[in-house]
């Protein structure tokens, strides 16, 4: 077997295995979903929690919780399952990576296939990464959900290996700055997550099984801190990139622009929520926007002509 079969057969069984995590997570949030409905008339007026909105804070004096996430439910074996098999997602994955780098002898990303292939990887590392760190698993399905389609989608492109057009072989540079743009594009993708979840849960927490508002509030705002420095450097090596390769710094191409399209609106929500405590829902839209931002900056050189159309990036 050659190696390029061997990351292509890595790759094959790390979309499976992430197959199982996204359903698995799925049938996890579906599971505290259905039994929050049937215990929600017995609380009455207590709180019923989940570990993700327990890591949110404690509760008022006195207050009686119930938490759905109690390791001596069938549910948490199912969560347990699932983020393992998220986990043998990024391994397989990362492996399938670095044996395409180490033929290629760059960064695995010089085409639509490969950064596909890396915009999937880092949006499973960035979940997982603030998993741990918030307990967001009733959410997970969101972002692995984006992370499947990009491999459902990489799997209908071509694998083969071809030469780097000129402006492109610059192998430093390729691996770094689209490497930057996995790493936040990966993140961003976390923090739409935590939007979208707060958008449901709402001010007042009127979804039981979700992390409280205050959670998802935090995870979405802390994903932006990590992703936009990143997402900043992206763009400042990428106009060094240009005017090495074509001549110029900046030259509105479409991907250009998108990107710092992108760019302003992440530094605006960072700017409001920083100097005027701007929270809730607005900030929630505004990271909805975000994304989508980040989706067309990553696919819309597919539709507009511009330096970037060639290999698809």
Do not use: C
Request: glycine share 12%; aromatic share 14%; net charge positive.
């Amino acid at each position: 077997m050659t190696l390029a079969k061997l990351s292509l057969y890595l790759f094959y069984a790390g979309a499976l295995t992430l197959i199982i995590s996204f359903v698995l997570h799925v049938a996890y949030t579906t599971s505290l979903a259905v039994r929050g409905r049937v215990v929600a008339g017995a609380l009455g007026g207590r709180r019923l929690v989940t570990a993700g909105a327990a890591a949110g804070g404690g509760h008022g004096a006195g207050s009686t919780t119930l938490t759905l996430d109690d390791p001596s439910r069938s549910s948490s074996h199912v969560a347990a399952i699932a983020g393992a098999f998220a986990w043998l997602t990024l391994v397989l994955v990362g492996l399938s990576m670095l044996i395409r780098a180490w033929i290629v002898g760059r960064g695995p990303w010089g085409n639509m296939y490969e950064f596909s292939i890396a915009f999937a990887f880092g949006i499973v590392a960035g979940y997982l990464y603030l998993q741990r760190r918030y307990a967001i698993r009733t959410i997970g399905f969101l972002p692995l959900g984006m992370a499947l389609f990009l491999a459902g989608y990489a799997a209908t492109l071509p694998s083969t290996i071809e030469p780097l057009v000129p402006a492109l072989d610059n192998a430093p540079l390729l691996t770094i700055h689209v490497a930057m743009a996995m790493i936040s594009y990966g993140i961003f993708a976390t923090s739409f997550g935590a939007a979208v979840g707060y958008l449901i849960q709402g001010p007042t927490d009127r979804v039981r099984w979700l992390p409280t508002h205050k959670v998802l509030d935090e995870v979405a705002y802390r994903a932006v801190i990590i992703g936009f420095p990143i997402f900043a450097t992206l763009i400042i090596l990428g106009s060094w990139w240009a005017a090495i390769a074509w001549g110029r710094y900046w030259g509105w191409d479409p991907k250009e622009t998108s990107a710092l399209v992108t760019w302003l609106i992440y530094a605006v929500y960072l700017h409001a929520r920083n100097q005027r405590g701007w929270a809730g829902r607005p900030s929630a839209l505004f990271l909805v926007i975000g994304f989508g931002a980040v989706l067309f900056t990553y696919f819309g050189n597919l539709f507009f002509t511009g330096l970037h159309s060639y290999s698809g990036l």
